[in-house]
C-alpha cells in the first residue's frame, strides 16, 4: 500500500457488520444508532456465559456460582475503567444508564449545592441533561443558565469563561449533540470551570460510541454514557467520577448492598461505587457492557473516524441536493460525528421515517429528546440518520435515493396544487 494511502482504504466496514447478528439481513439499513446500536457476537457470548456458567447474585455468596459472578462483575468494571482510561475501577458507578447516571449526580453532588448557586448548561442538552437539573434547582434553589446554540448547531461557547465566572458551581454539557452531531470543545470549558473552582459534568452518552475515552487527559469531574449506545445491552450505563468527588458525595437510592452498618435508627454507607449500587445490579448488562467496551479496543479508530467522516460528508453533500430538506446542524465536517437531523418541507418527521422504513431504513423522527434545541432553531422535529461503523456507502446511497423519491413525490404534489417549488434547503 502506497504509505499516503487513506486510512479509509484499511477500514472494513462490511468486516464489522458480519459480526452483528441484528445487521444479518441484507435489506436493513440500520441508521439509528444515536439511539441504540446493535450488538456484536462477543457481547452476545459474554452476557450467555455469565447467564450459563456463573449466574448468581453478587453480593456475598461464598459458593462457586457467586464467586464467578463477583469476579465477572469486577471484571466488567475494570473493562469499563480500561476504555476511559480512568485512574480506579473505583471510579466507575454503574447505572441503568446515561440518564440515571446524571440524575444520580444531580441529586448527589447537589447536595452539595447552596440557593443562588449557578449550574450551567445549553440550550442543546438531551432531557436527560436537563430535567434533573431543573429538579434540583426546584429542590435547592440553584438557579439555571443556559449557553445558546450558534447558527449551524453547536453550543456557542464565546461566553462560557464569562459564564463561568458569575458564580458558577457545574457546568454540564453534551459531548457531542444528539441532534446536530457537533462536537463540544470541552478542553476549553475544563478551562473556564477550573478558572473558577466549577465542576464540569459531561454528559458522553453520544461520543462514547465513537471512540474510546480518556478521562485523564479530558480533565472532567464526572462523565456519563449509555451501554447500549455503546453496543453493549440496554439496562446499563455509567457514571465516572473523581474518586474525592465521589467520595464526599451521599447515596442516591438506599437499601440492600450499598451499606455498611445498619440498625433500626440508621444506617453507615460503603465507599463508592457501591455506595452508589443500592440492590442487586443488572450483572449480565454489566458484563455485556464490559465485552462491548473491550470488542471497542479492538477496533482502528482513527481509521474508524476517517470512514466516519467520508460517509458523512458523502450524506450532507446529497442532502444538499434535495429540494425542500434543512439540516439541523453543521453542513460540515469539522468538529462533529456522523449524527445528522433533517427536516423535509411538507412531512412530518414521523412520515419521513415510515417512507423509508418501507425501503429497509432505520432513521429515527421527532424532537430527540431535544424540545429545547428545536424551538431554538424554529423547526418543529427532524429526522436523523446516525451512523456506526458498520455503516456503509450502500446505506446512505439508499437513504438518499430514498429521499429523493420522497422529495420529488412531494414537489410533484406542490406542483398539481399549482404551489411554487420550496427554497433549496
Ligand atoms: N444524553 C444524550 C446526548 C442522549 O443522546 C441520550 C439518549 O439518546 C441520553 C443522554 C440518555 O440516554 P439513555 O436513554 O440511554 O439514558
Given at each position: ?24 439481513d441484507e435489506r436493513l439499513h440500520y441508521l439509528d444508532n444515536a ?117 449551524d448547531g ?25 441532534v446536530t452531531g ?128 467520508r460517509l458523512t460528508r458523502r450524506l450532507l453533500a446529497g442532502l444538499a441536493q434535495l429540494s425542500g430538506v434543512r439540516v439541523i446542524g453543521p453542513t460540515d465536517t469539522?468538529?462533529?460525528?456522523g449524527v445528522v437531523s433533517f427536516h423535509v418541507e411538507g412531512c412530518t418527521p414521523d412520515e419521513v421515517c415510515r417512507a423509508l422504513d418501507m425501503r429497509g431504513l432505520a432513521l429515527r423522527g421527532g424532537y430527540h ?5 428545536f424551538?431554538?432553531a424554529g423547526v418543529d422535529g427532524a429526522a436523523r440518520a446516525s451512523l456506526?461503523?458498520?455503516n456503509t456507502e450502500a446505506d446512505i446511497d439508499v437513504l438518499l435515493d430514498a429521499l429523493g423519491r420522497l422529495v420529488g413525490r412531494n414537489d410533484a404534489a406542490r406542483m398539481a396544487a399549482g404551489h411554487a417549488f420550496p427554497a433549496q434547503g
Amino acid at each position: 500500500m502506497p504509505p499516503d494511502t487513506p486510512a479509509t482504504t484499511r477500514f472494513d466496514a462490511l468486516a464489522v457488520k458480519r459480526q452483528f447478528p441484528g445487521l444479518a439481513d441484507e435489506r436493513l439499513h440500520y441508521l439509528d444508532n444515536a439511539a441504540t446500536a446493535q450488538m456484536p457476537e462477543a457481547v452476545f457470548d459474554a452476557m450467555r456465559r455469565f447467564e450459563t456458567d456463573a449466574r448468581a447474585n453478587v453480593h456475598g455468596g461464598s459458593h462457586r456460582c457467586a464467586r464467578r459472578a463477583m469476579d465477572a462483575y469486577a471484571e466488567a468494571r475494570s473493562r469499563v475503567a480500561r476504555f476511559l482510561n480512568a485512574a480506579s475501577s473505583n471510579e466507575v458507578v454503574f447505572t441503568y444508564g446515561a440518564t440515571a447516571a446524571i440524575n444520580l449526580a444531580a441529586y448527589s453532588f447537589g447536595q452539595s449545592l447552596q440557593p443562588g448557586d449557578i449550574v450551567l448548561l445549553s440550550v442543546l442538552e438531551h432531557h436527560s441533561n436537563l430535567v434533573p437539573w431543573q429538579k434540583l434547582a426546584e429542590r435547592r434553589g440553584v438557579v439555571l443558565r443556559f449557553l445558546p446554540m450558534t447558527e449551524d448547531g453547536r453550543i456557542d461557547l464565546d461566553r462560557v469563561e464569562e459564564e463561568a465566572a458569575m458564580g458558577c458551581r457545574l457546568i454540564a454539557l453534551t459531548h457531542c449533540s444528539n441532534v446536530t452531531g457537533a462536537v463540544t470543545d470541552v478542553a476549553r470549558v475544563v478551562r473556564a470551570a477550573r478558572a473558577n473552582g466549577a465542576r464540569v459534568l459531561i454528559d458522553g452518552a453520544q461520543l462514547a460510541p465513537h471512540t474510546p475515552l480518556d478521562m485523564r487527559a479530558l480533565g472532567v469531574d464526572f462523565y456519563a454514557f449509555s451501554g447500549h449506545k455503546t453496543f453493549g445491552p440496554t439496562g446499563i450505563g455509567v457514571l465516572w467520577g473523581r474518586r474525592e468527588l465521589l467520595d464526599s458525595m451521599p447515596p442516591f437510592l438506599t437499601g440492600g448492598q450499598m451499606i455498611q452498618k445498619v440498625t433500626l435508627e440508621g444506617a453507615t454507607f460503603r465507599d463508592p461505587p457501591f455506595r452508589f449500587e443500592a440492590g442487586t445490579p443488572p450483572i449480565a448488562q454489566a458484563i455485556g457492557l464490559g465485552a462491548a467496551l473491550d470488542w471497542m479496543l479492538t477496533l482502528d479508530w482513527k481509521a474508524i473516524r476517517e470512514y466516519e467522516l467520508r460517509l458523512t460528508r458523502r450524506l450532507l453533500a446529497g442532502l444538499a441536493q434535495l429540494s425542500g430538506v434543512r439540516v439541523i446542524g453543521p453542513t460540515d465536517t469539522a468538529s462533529r460525528r456522523g449524527v445528522v437531523s433533517f427536516h423535509v418541507e411538507g412531512c412530518t418527521p414521523d412520515e419521513v421515517c415510515r417512507a423509508l422504513d418501507m425501503r429497509g431504513l432505520a432513521l429515527r423522527g421527532g424532537y430527540h429528546c431535544a424540545q429545547p434545541l428545536f424551538a431554538a432553531a424554529g423547526v418543529d422535529g427532524a429526522a436523523r440518520a446516525s451512523l456506526a461503523p458498520y455503516n456503509t456507502e450502500a446505506d446512505i446511497d439508499v437513504l438518499l435515493d430514498a429521499l429523493g423519491r420522497l422529495v420529488g413525490r412531494n414537489d410533484a404534489a406542490r406542483m398539481a396544487a399549482g404551489h411554487a417549488f420550496p427554497a433549496q434547503g
